[in-house]
């Protein structure tokens, strides 16, 4: 009976992957998701800027944290170092590639993450600070348009080919006028609407190239919860390449 169980579990899950990969790519989609995934993947510079993170939930005090980001997207890497509160100070994730650790100063260790890991337990995945690579990941699909506040937007549909994503099911909504995204909107397998990412502003760090900087998450499971979030002092300066290593948040919090 036990084998069967076993079995039977083993093929539902075969079956869920294998209902993500029947969405097929379609040109026009795999065009504007390259368009601004180019624009939005820093390559050839590094990136440091601090964020700020305010999470609002109903009768609750505003809870407020700071980290600090640094990026080589050429070489698919991240860091990020707690600054704020006093409780979070010294923890951090590393990023190389696919591989996501997050540091625990009180036990100096490093726990392997996914990409499902939500930073400081707030709405917001670590997905959001690192190289976009949505076609590696998801198969995508054009809907058509819908105005987003005054924005007439192309929807992009996509549904995951692995497991290893922040949300299975998710659309993009593409402004027309300059190709970058406003809003998305993440759901579960089932398509239950779980949460909705605003991107309010941007600020251009290069020639063609964006960064974030302000940014609204909601969370649709928890009734009025959502966290603002602010970008600024953003540097292109290069950043020195042992920043980009787990000894280098070990060093932080000694």
Not at 24 to 39: C, H, S, T
Request: positive net charge; glycine residues 6%; charged residues 25%.
């Amino acid at each position: 009976m036990k084998i069967k169980i076993v079995l039977l579990t083993a093929l539902f899950f075969m079956a869920g992957i294998y209902s993500f990969a029947q969405t097929q790519n379609d040109v026009k989609a795999v065009a504007i998701i390259n368009a601004f995934e180019n624009k939005l993947n820093l390559d050839g510079y590094d990136v440091q800027s601090s964020f700020t993170l305010v999470q609002k939930k109903q009768n609750e005090a505003d809870r407020v944290l700071k980290i600090k980001i640094y990026r080589r997207d050429a070489a698919g890497l991240f860091t990020i170092l707690f600054e704020y509160p006093e409780s979070e100070k010294g923890k951090g994730y590393f990023r190389s590639g696919d591989d996501l650790y997050l540091y625990l100063p009180t036990t100096r260790e490093f726990v392997y993450r996914n990409r499902k890991d939500d930073i400081g337990s707030t709405d917001v995945r670590t997905d959001i600070f690192g190289r976009l690579t949505s076609l590696e990941k998801f198969n995508a699909r054009y809907l058509g348009t819908e105005t987003v506040s005054k924005w007439e937007c192309d929807v992009i549909r996509l549904d995951a080919k692995t497991l290893d994503v922040s949300f299975p099911v998710q659309k993009w909504y593409v402004r027309k006028t300059d190709g970058l995204p406003v809003k998305v909107e993440n759901f579960s397998v089932s398509e239950t609407l779980l949460r909705t990412f605003y991107y309010v502003d941007y600020a251009s760090v290069a020639p063609g190239k964006y960064i974030v900087t302000k940014l609204l998450a909601v969370n649709h499971l928890e009734a009025g919860q959502k966290t603002l979030i602010t970008n600024e002092n953003i540097s292109t300066a290069n950043i020195a390449g042992n920043i980009f290593t787990r000894q280098f948040l070990e060093q932080q919090s000694r």
